[in-house]
């Protein structure tokens, strides 16, 4: 009988939801202040009205939902009142009803599905991630590269520290760049110094172990810096259409990149606090996180207000920047700020060197240099660590580089 129940759906009302219809309700204006047009809405709605009224059916009880009873409604022969008749129903339908139960996870009516276990992790590695993230600043995205890269050389280097010496930890990472990049050899050898610290400091391992670790070599600063001219930037700003939430969006971003050099996090990590309208300040929390308040200039603070007033979403958040489309979230990756730069290249059609977020960060740095500032000044700007750093933008500075260029033997 209950197959015959679960195979033809008999009912006398339409799309009741039943009990989970305060639910449902619940679940439409959910969906509905994630930004989710009235159509997408409405779909959403329907799925789940109908999961309800089959769950009725088959009496099925709520708590009981798991992913045996989805794929139970994937496959039944729909006679469901107000439904039309069907083999079955479609994987976008089947998509928004799991939705829906992912719903009811989140408001506790059914048992959360675990998450999947994460990788098994060495202790000693937990230890030495909790204390990168007291002590030295770093963000959540290096700790956890920095655990990754430790536990993918542990089966080689053996899980007695005490053991460990230099011609281990040499013959380790020699063989690690046999399979990889050196480019990421580079940044493994840099998570292996700081675990090999952290050991040493609590007299788990040698003392001074970290300094066998080979040095990659990459001269990073041997290159010039990738940039564009001021003009090229001017047409990537005027591409924004203004007429558009995204477009206002995106304008504010390429602003705040090109005027004042911000890297991709410091966009993601702005707060309404973060800008002092009295003062016209910008606060950026950058790498070790070190506060640094800078001047906001009159076109960039104009355009972060356009967005403020007319196309950010109306959310409790203080992040400034959200994504555009439903559903309706802030901006967590620095791919999508790089991604913002990207589209703008290609509608204004110009060539350049690099096409992420840290083109307009190099263009900023030159067009400072260019225009009169000092070295000290960019560096202050881009919050440069070490002079090193800023000095990489002198090479770009044609007109002081020919003040000291010595003529070349045999020219006239």
Request: positive net charge; contains cysteine.
């Amino acid at each position: 009988m209950n197959k015959l129940r679960e195979n033809h759906c008999l009912g006398q009302r339409c799309m009741e939801a039943g009990d989970l219809a305060p639910v449902v309700t619940e679940f439409a204006r959910h969906l509905t202040a994630l930004g989710h047009s009235n159509l997408t809405v409405s779909g959403y709605d329907a799925a789940a009205r109908h999961l309800a009224q089959w769950l009725t059916l088959t009496k099925v009880a709520v708590a009981d939902i798991d992913d045996g009873v989805i794929d139970r409604f994937a496959r039944h022969r729909c006679r469901c009142p107000g439904i039309r008749r069907e083999k079955g129903v479609s994987e976008k339908y089947v998509r928004r009803a799991r939705r829906f139960v992912e719903f009811l996870g989140e408001r506790g009516i059914v048992p959360r599905k675990p998450k999947l276990a994460l990788p098994t992790r060495d202790r000693r590695v937990v230890e030495f991630q909790d204390w990168l993230r007291q002590h030295r600043g770093v963000t959540e995205l290096t700790i956890g590269r920095h655990g990754r890269m430790v536990m993918r050389l542990l089966p080689a280097l053996g899980s007695k520290p005490r053991s460990w010496n230099a011609p281990l930890i040499r013959d380790v990472i020699i063989a690690e760049t046999k399979r990889v990049s050196l480019a990421y050899v580079k940044t493994m050898t840099m998570a292996l110094r700081g675990y090999l610290r952290f050991l040493g400091a609590r007299g788990l391992c040698r003392a001074g172990l970290d300094q066998a670790v080979p040095i990659i070599p990459q001269w990073r600063l041997s290159s010039l810096p990738r940039y564009i001219g001021s003009s090229d930037v001017e047409m990537l700003i005027a591409t924004c259409d203004q007429n558009t939430a995204t477009g206002v969006r995106d304008r504010a971003i390429l602003l705040l990149l090109a005027r004042l050099g911000l890297r991709a996090g410091d966009i993601l990590s702005l707060r309404l606090t973060d800008i002092d309208w009295q003062q016209a300040t910008l606060s950026v929390r950058g790498k070790g996180r070190r506060e640094t308040r800078l001047p906001l200039p009159q076109d960039a603070g104009d355009a972060v207000l356009a967005y403020l007033d007319q196309a950010r979403p109306h959310v409790v958040d203080s992040r400034i920047f959200f994504m555009s489309n439903a559903p309706i979230r802030p901006l967590t990756r620095s791919s999508a700020v790089s991604d913002v730069v990207r589209c703008a290249i290609r509608k204004a059609g110009i060539t350049a060197p690099s096409n992420g977020a840290n083109l307009l960060r190099h263009s900023a740095a030159t067009a400072m240099l260019r225009g009169g500032a000092t070295l000290d000044t960019v560096g202050a700007v881009l919050r440069h660590r070490s002079p090193d750093m800023t000095a990489h933008y002198a090479k770009v500075d044609v007109t002081m580089l020919l003040q000291i260029a010595q003529p070349w033997p045999g020219d006239a």
